[in-house]
């Protein structure tokens, strides 16, 4: 156990060089400027979500790339954490198609996930928006944003320059870690 316990120095130069450094730098933000992001910025972010892993291959997800203001303010009314969309230039609302997949939930998230990350390789911010699994999100959502009923709304990510910094961290937990049985 003492292995994935301890080694922090050893840890620490390992991701230096390492994608897991990348990862850790990722945080959520949700204080943008007013700078646009680009349709090439866009584009990549859409390149990193579609690059996931999805059960089967089907790539069941769908994006809805909102940047029109007036759509942007209504978005920000999903619910009271919801408020950050407003400053965001460009929001993407990460979907699937439940139809096409049983895995579209998981899918989407992967992909959700990626486009995370993708942001924060770009020198962008972004923020996980819960829209699933709240139906009155979903449908609030929906209505916004005509997406037909058998396309699940899974998130919304606001994305912009951020106005915040936030340091990198790691989680890393022992506790959470259990060899060969739970609680080994
Ligand atoms: C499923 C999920 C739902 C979340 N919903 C919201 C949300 O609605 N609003 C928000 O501001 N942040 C939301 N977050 C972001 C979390 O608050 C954030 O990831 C967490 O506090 C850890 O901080 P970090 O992302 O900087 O590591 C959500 C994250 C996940 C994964």
Request: with cysteine; aromatic share 8%; hydrophobic share 40%.
């Amino acid at each position: 156990m003492r292995y994935l316990e301890g080694r922090r120095q050893d840890d620490r130069q390992a991701r230096s060089d390492h994608l897991l450094e990348r990862i850790e730098r990722r945080r959520s933000i949700r204080k943008f400027t007013p700078q646009d992001v680009s349709d090439q910025q866009i584009r990549l972010l859409l390149s990193a979500g579609m690059a996931a892993p999805s059960g089967h291959n089907f790539q069941p997800w769908h994006f809805v790339v909102v940047r029109e203001e007036d759509n942007r303010l209504a978005l920000a009314e999903t619910h009271g954490y919801a408020g950050m969309i407003k400053q965001a230039p460009a929001v993407i609302a990460v979907c699937a198609d439940s139809e096409m997949s049983l895995h579209w939930l998981e899918d989407a998230c992967l992909a959700a996930g990626n486009i995370l990350l993708q942001a924060t390789a770009l020198g962008l911010g972004a923020v996980w928006v819960a829209v699933y699994p709240h139906a009155e999100h979903e449908i609030f959502v929906r209505g916004v944003l005509g997406i037909p009923e058998r396309i699940r709304v899974v998130c919304l990510i606001p994305v912009g320059y951020p106005a915040e910094a936030k340091p990198p961290r790691t989680k890393y937990d022992p506790g959470k870690v259990h060899l060969e049985r739970f609680g080994g």
